[in-house]
């Protein structure tokens, strides 16, 4: 079992950064692809950023040109570097890892706001 812990959620102005951080523990040799996804309220979990092993890298649009995310396979940490945030970046944001054989596993989730 893989166990996912994040952290580095909180409240930023407009135009603001912030940093999340996701560490896996467990069974984390059995890790293919780690990701953050999104949740606003009253609206469905969305993509956000994966990453996988060897390092391939997936935005969604929105998010495009202002997040990071990078993974320290050693650490079994991924981050997201979130830039230029604004207030439609609201959401909960959940860690995700997927294993070689399709297993999901998703952390207990941040909160990120953006004032205007």
């Known amino acids: 079992q893989v166990h996912l812990v994040e952290s580095g959620g909180g409240l930023v102005q407009a135009g603001g950064s912030l940093r999340l951080s996701c560490a896996a523990s467990g069974s984390i040799f059995s890790i293919n692809t780690m990701g953050w996804y999104r949740q606003a309220p009253g609206k469905q979990r969305e993509l956000v950023a994966t990453i996988t092993t060897s390092g391939s890298t997936n935005y969604a649009g929105s998010v495009k040109g202002r997040f990071t995310i990078s993974r320290d396979n050693a650490k079994s940490t991924v981050l997201l570097q979130m830039n230029s945030l604004q207030p439609e970046d609201t959401a909960v944001y959940y860690c995700?890892?997927?294993?070689?054989?399709?297993?999901?596993?998703w952390g207990q989730g941040t909160q990120v706001t953006v004032s205007s």
């Open positions: 995700n890892a997927e294993s070689y054989v399709r297993r999901i596993t």
